[in-house]
């Protein structure tokens, strides 16, 4: 199979069409390339943010014009979940349209939902410049989140622990590389990140 080099849309019919995608599945056949591996998971990963944002303002479209009734109907046969609608439907309600930015997440959107519009833009812009993970990006507005007492054992010690089992597992993390390097300046330490 060779995934061409096409629009999110495109390549998904192109998947659809092929058979190599269907409504519970993903069969691709050997001999797929990285290159086409890795368009596809961008595709998914964009579909995903879409369908967040788009679920999310459809919720608030079906109560804002038919009411809590429907609003419920339309949550129980799509089977999703009441809270996480809830939820979904704050950042989309707070953080409208010409404000989101398609180069960041949908988190990253929470992040900065209970900012004034303009602050929105603001930091969201400095994500996309500075590419801040959702972490970062909460961290720039709020500050670092206070590492957790001790429980057993002193504060250092947890930490290095902690440090211990943060290197990387061969390309990727066992936590994320923000989160290491916070831990490692809580004690001192220099980071090889």
Same mark, same amino acid.
């Given at each position: ?6 629009? &999110? ?28 591996? @890795?368009?596809?998971? #961008?595709? @998914? ?20 014009? @038919? ?5 419920? #109907?339309?949550?129980?046969? !799509? ?14 309600? !707070? ?22 519009? !303009? ?8 994500? *996309?410049?500075?590419?801040? &993970? ?11 989140? =206070? %590492? ?9 010690? *947890? ?8 290197? =990387?597992?061969?390309?990727?993390? %066992? ?19």
């Amino acid at each position: 199979m060779s995934v061409p080099s096409r629009t &999110t849309g495109s390549l998904l019919a192109a998947l659809q069409e092929s058979g190599a995608l269907t409504p519970t599945a993903l069969i691709l056949p050997a001999g797929v390339s990285e290159d086409e591996l @890795f368009a596809i998971g #961008r595709m @998914f990963g964009q579909i995903k943010e879409m369908t967040t944002f788009g679920t999310g303002d459809s919720l608030i479209y079906v109560k804002d014009n @038919f009411g809590d009734d429907t609003w419920v #109907r339309y949550i129980e046969e !799509n089977g999703w979940n009441y809270h996480s609608c809830e939820n979904i439907m704050s950042v989309c309600r !707070n953080v409208r349209p010409p404000v989101r930015r398609e180069e960041l997440k949908f988190g990253h959107h929470d992040v900065v939902r209970a900012l004034l519009p !303009n602050e929105q833009k603001h930091f969201l812009a400095l994500a *996309v410049r500075n590419g801040w &993970t959702r972490q970062r990006l909460r961290d720039e507005i709020h500050g670092p989140k =206070p %590492l957790p007492p001790a429980v057993n054992g002193s504060l250092p010690d *947890v930490v290095r622990d902690a440090i211990a089992g943060a290197r =990387p597992l061969m390309d990727g993390w %066992l936590i994320s590389n923000d989160s290491y390097v916070r831990l490692c300046a809580a004690l001192g330490e220099e980071h090889d990140a």
